[in-house]
């Protein structure tokens, strides 16, 4: 992957020599598609993942999933399962002889090549918070959802380089019509930056609406778009054993064209499934698998990656807790499951929080590094969630991506690396006893790029940090994210396509863009 | 280990019935000795493990460790090493057959046999921040210690149960003379407490003041005492290449009466130590072997631990940082060499952050995962560390403890377990696809131990979290921490036991303490 032209090395543009000597833009990592060497933290043994697939099948064989779609289940039947009204049985060979087809990795490529991402393997992945109804910032408190602060995130999502996709709607913007929302959103994400993004799987309109866009977005023709993946859906199942109407239709069109579909149950162990951590990895397990199962059916080799979201609930409150020693576990045996049946895998990071304070920070750092320990593929929300997820915050955002970055620094090998020049006994040697390492030849070889250079991070002294104001680390946060707001410069586009973009959306407002029930 | 009685639950004394309907006590986590079950994580291969022992041996054959101590070099001089002044150098074949002296476990029992603490293999402790010369709490800011302020980090170290031992002075208490700070130090640190205590290798009295009080103490005989571990000192070389007097003079009485020491040094890399990080490990482990092989000398089989305190300083200003992705790496790379060595492990709960907020919990997070992923056995400064262990903050000591119990709740074998009733494929059944988990009876019978509870996290809503005053983490660690000083009750000591310690510090303080030079 090229790596990105920071904001302040480009000449000229909007941001001209005056504003730039006062820029607030942090200086941050370049692009980059972190690779993942660690061995990942696998609590199962042999037996464990055993019992786990054998219990997996046997909600698949005996109990059965709803699949609340026909289509879906005379596909099904068709493939040989048993089907009773909505309830789909299907047996281990038919289960294992799908996800066979599926394949264990591959290469979403959106309108700028040069931020394809590739699902799978070593590969870890970071998106931005999708979805919360609400929003949240340290000036303003919590405030629904609007248009405004959407586009806000959506210029975060695209500034920070540690963040490789823009997943759902980072806010809901409650001010624009349902109908229509999902053409607004969809022409500022596609204009605003030039990542990966998502389509909703909420009916056939709107995935084909979005897939639309995308095509044009990229400047493909309709076989180009469907040769390979240039976007996703993410569908969750409706806990316990079910998947609704929209989203396996959405999922279904996906596959049928080639565009990767990631199945995340979202099962709250004591709430939508069992109370016991394995117990509801399976139960999530049988529901991703279900669906995983109808798309190979209808398109052998369609790219699939299985998700978690198993958490736990507050068994005092039933209020539902994040990042939690439960839900770290739940992640880390749902990556070896996911290896097991040879699936890219997607987790989260996540909090209960309410604001971006300490619990925020170490529920996320909990839920990130369980990402990370799991062999996650792709960490959604991994920047700006609180409150279970709904609340978005430009605060948490900033804050994230510095850890986002502590950890894609952590993944790089000179961090660990032994060559002799590394192990350094000449320069050990030379300072000797008496001497200091500031000034001699080996340290002023390496020390521009020798360590981690925090965003938001201050590391001065007491005395330093409150001669300068005395700041914490969310003030921190919002002073750089207004900043970046303020200074924000959109991706380059074809101003053809970007007119074609909104011609697309202005006719399908014309048509009145999608049906709703209000 | 037996479990610690709640003082919530304990009978009469001082808080009555009245005062502990009001109690502010958190319930917590009973008293346990954690296993990490983990594999740890690995980033050295075999030939990375070997470079950097080979770049230790070269250091201690080839350039040599200054011992700035007469008896150590006449001791290591009669064990055939070559030394010249305060230089001296050892081959590989020495330090080997050394270390192969040194237990990979020991047990260190403290007055209480019920605080016992396993160091090495899979046992996993944490303690109290150490050495501070300043606290900060919300209220008051930052101040210079004092012995209020030292006491009440020693009750806090006590009444957690995660916390399993009294390290060093969590705060000095700089309005006591240095001559008899240890003296009224450890007399509340012994009648506070009843875990494990620490004592600072500053010169032979001190050392011995601290192992008769130790002594006198637990009840014990001198040869009680000399038996086996009963407390412990840490020391830290003088990077680069050197241990200095009074701690070596600590460190040998220590291991001729068979106490524990740990040998930690302190390398920054880029300043004490070389830029690259595996160099300032190398660095790191050829000054603490230095040193562990001087005490395997003086008495073979003495009980050490090797420590790391290998982190990076921000190149642009000089100043120290901490819970960094390199320092991370460096304490991974220092567990694989000390398992190599057979040695148990210490490392450390750290942060640059000045206060505790977000910043101070993503560091302190990664720097713990660390330790847990390194297979430290010892994590010092677990919790209460500020500033790059400057100040100690009795808020950060209660947010950490949340963090530690998390550590030690994540650890649980029934976090991942597989059996039949975990796995419930019969309660997935039973509840089916249009029902919910709380009410069935897999859920009842397991609901009360079945998740992590915390200590000081929030997991209300926002609106609920708001009406109860919109409190941000480090405000609700406040009102905890009064709370706990509030209601605190000093463990059990029999009133002769404890009338000794006050005669011996009243004595000792009579003959004048021990000798300054100020």
């Given at each position: 992957?090229?790596?990105?032209?920071?904001?302040?090395?480009?000449?000229?543009?909007?941001?001209?020599?005056?504003?730039r000597?006062?820029s607030?833009?942090?200086?941050?990592?370049?692009?980059?598609?972190?690779?993942?060497?660690?061995?990942?933290?696998?609590?199962?043994?042999e037996d464990?993942?055993?019992?786990?697939?054998?219990g997996?099948?046997?909600?698949?064989?005996?109990?059965?999933?709803?699949?609340?779609?026909p289509?879906?289940?005379?596909?099904?039947k068709?493939?040989?399962?048993?089907?009773?009204?909505?309830?789909?049985?299907?047996?281990?060979d038919f289960?294992?002889?799908?996800?066979?087809?599926?394949?264990?990795?591959?290469t979403?490529?959106?309108?700028n090549?040069?931020?394809?991402?590739?699902?799978g393997?070593?590969?870890?992945?970071?998106g931005n918070?999708?979805?919360p109804?609400?929003?949240w910032?340290l000036?303003?408190g919590k405030?629904?959802?609007?248009?405004?602060?959407?586009?806000?995130?959506?210029?975060?999502?695209q500034?920070?380089?540690?963040i490789?996709?823009?997943?759902?709607?980072?806010?809901e913007?409650?001010?624009?019509?349902?109908?229509?929302?999902?053409?607004?959103?969809?022409?500022?994400?596609?204009?605003?930056?030039?990542?990966?993004?998502?389509?909703y799987?909420?009916?056939?309109?709107?995935?084909e609406?979005?897939?639309e866009?995308?095509?044009?977005?990229?400047?493909?023709?309709?076989?180009?778009?469907?040769?390979?993946?240039?976007?996703?859906?993410?569908?969750?199942?409706?806990?316990?054993?079910?998947?609704?109407?929209?989203?396996?239709?959405?999922?279904?069109?996906?596959?049928?064209?080639?565009?990767?579909?990631?199945?995340?149950?979202?099962t709250?162990?004591?709430?939508?499934?069992?109370?016991?951590?394995?117990?509801?990895?399976?139960?999530s397990?049988?529901?991703?698998?279900?669906?995983?199962?109808l798309?190979?059916?209808?398109?052998?080799?369609?790219?699939?990656?299985?998700g978690?979201?198993?958490?736990n609930?507050?068994?005092?409150?039933?209020?539902?807790?994040?990042?939690?020693?439960?839900?770290?576990?739940?992640?880390?045996?749902?990556?070896?499951?996911?290896?097991?049946?040879?699936?890219?895998?997607?987790?989260?990071?996540?909090?209960?929080?309410?604001?971006p304070?300490?619990?925020?920070?170490?529920?996320?750092?909990?839920?990130?590094?369980?990402?990370?320990?799991?062999?996650?593929?792709?960490?959604?929300?991994?920047a700006?969630?609180l409150?279970?997820?709904?609340?978005?915050s430009?605060?948490?955002?900033?804050?994230?991506?510095?850890?986002?970055?502590?950890?894609?620094?952590y993944?790089?090998p000179?961090?660990?690396?032994?060559?002799?020049?590394?192990?350094?006994?000449?320069?050990i040697?030379?300072?000797?006893?008496?001497?200091?390492?500031?000034?001699?030849?080996?340290?002023?070889?390496?020390?521009?790029?020798?360590?981690?250079?925090?965003?938001?991070?201050?590391?001065?002294?007491?005395?330093?940090?409150?001669?300068?104001?005395?700041?914490w680390?969310?003030?921190?946060?919002?002073?750089?994210?207004?900043?970046?707001?303020?200074e924000?410069?959109?991706?380059?586009?074809?101003?053809?396509?970007?007119?074609?973009?909104?011609?697309?959306?202005a006719?399908?407002?014309a048509?009145?863009?999608?049906?709703?029930?209000?």
């Amino acid at each position: 992957m090229a790596d990105e032209p920071s904001k302040r090395k480009r000449g000229g543009g909007r941001a001209g020599n005056a504003r730039r000597t006062t820029s607030k833009l942090p200086e941050q990592m370049p692009w980059r598609i972190p690779v993942n060497v660690d061995k990942p933290t696998e609590p199962l043994d042999e037996d464990g993942v055993h019992a786990i697939h054998k219990g997996a099948m046997r909600i698949l064989s005996e109990i059965g999933i709803e699949f609340l779609n026909p289509d879906a289940c005379e596909i099904l039947k068709g493939a040989g399962c048993k089907v009773d009204g909505t309830n789909v049985r299907m047996d281990e060979d038919f289960v294992m002889e799908m996800l066979g087809h599926a394949p264990a990795e591959f290469t979403i490529t959106p309108r700028n090549p040069n931020r394809a991402i590739p699902m799978g393997g070593k590969h870890i992945l970071f998106g931005n918070v999708s979805s919360p109804p609400n929003m949240w910032d340290l000036k303003r408190g919590k405030r629904t959802g609007d248009f405004e602060g959407y586009k806000e995130f959506i210029k975060l999502t695209q500034f920070f380089n540690c963040i490789h996709f823009a997943g759902g709607y980072p806010v809901e913007p409650i001010d624009i019509h349902a109908r229509e929302r999902h053409l607004d959103c969809l022409f500022e994400k596609l204009t605003l930056t030039d990542k990966v993004v998502h389509a909703y799987s909420l009916g056939k309109e709107r995935v084909e609406d979005v897939m639309e866009m995308v095509r044009i977005a990229g400047g493909m023709t309709r076989e180009e778009f469907d040769a390979k993946p240039h976007m996703y859906t993410n569908i969750n199942s409706v806990s316990p054993l079910k998947h609704d109407f929209p989203m396996l239709e959405g999922a279904m069109i996906h596959a049928r064209r080639n565009q990767p579909v990631i199945v995340t149950p979202f099962t709250l162990a004591g709430a939508m499934a069992p109370v016991t951590m394995s117990g509801a990895v399976t139960l999530s397990l049988a529901e991703g698998l279900a669906a995983i199962v109808l798309l190979q059916v209808i398109n052998p080799g369609a790219p699939c990656a299985i998700g978690t979201f198993t958490s736990n609930v507050d068994m005092k409150t039933g209020a539902p807790a994040f990042g939690t020693p439960e839900y770290m576990r739940a992640t880390q045996m749902t990556g070896q499951m996911g290896r097991f049946y040879g699936l890219p895998i997607r987790s989260s990071g996540v909090c209960a929080a309410n604001v971006p304070d300490g619990q925020a920070m170490w529920e996320t750092s909990n839920s990130l590094w369980a990402a990370v320990q799991s062999g996650t593929n792709v960490v959604y929300h991994a920047a700006g969630w609180l409150e279970g997820g709904l609340i978005a915050s430009p605060e948490k955002f900033v804050m994230d991506c510095d850890v986002i970055q502590q950890i894609q620094r952590y993944m790089e090998p000179a961090t660990y690396a032994t060559t002799p020049e590394d192990i350094a006994v000449e320069a050990i040697r030379e300072v000797g006893p008496n001497g200091h390492y500031f000034g001699c030849q080996h340290t002023q070889d390496r020390y521009e790029d020798a360590f981690y250079s925090p965003l938001i991070s201050d590391w001065s002294n007491y005395e330093a940090w409150e001669l300068n104001g005395g700041v914490w680390t969310a003030e921190r946060a919002h002073e750089m994210y207004k900043g970046i707001i303020e200074e924000f410069e959109a991706p380059p586009l074809d101003i053809a396509i970007r007119d074609e973009l909104a011609d697309f959306v202005a006719r399908r407002k014309a048509e009145g863009g999608v049906p709703t029930d209000f």
